[in-house]
């Protein structure tokens, strides 16, 4: 099996930084796309930001310019920089792999991590 395991959420005032951190463990063999979505309670998860093994990166228009993703394939780890936090960035951050190939299964999976809440308060 394939754990995601998320740190680096926590509480920040308007406009500081947080960096989320998010590993991938377990009998992985390639991982094409990794990213971070976010939820707040009564709406849908949406799309913060994604990265693919070949570098290529997406985000959603409300934080471009604002967060970075980054990404160590040998390590299987994918990393948010979150910078000039708002309040309506508060939610819970949830890591996502894509089209995981596990060694010696020939079908591709996704995963998602546990979730780790920001909240951006002062």
């Known amino acids: 099996q394939v754990q995601l395991v998320e740190s680096g959420g926590g509480l920040v005032q308007p406009g500081g930084s947080l960096r989320l951190s998010c590993a991938a463990s377990g009998s992985i063999f390639s991982i094409y796309a990794m990213g971070w979505y976010r939820q707040v309670p009564g709406k849908q998860r949406e799309l913060v930001a994604t990265?693919?093994?070949?570098?290529?990166?997406n985000y959603a228009d409300s934080v471009k310019g604002r967060f970075t993703i980054s990404r160590d394939n040998a390590k299987n780890t994918v990393y948010l920089q979150m910078n000039s936090l708002k309040p309506e960035d508060t939610a819970v951050y949830y890591c996502n792999a894509d089209r995981v190939r596990r060694l010696g299964v020939p079908y591709e999976y996704k995963y998602w991590g546990q979730g780790t809440q920001v909240t951006v308060s002062s």
């Open positions: 990265i693919t093994s070949d570098s290529s990166t």
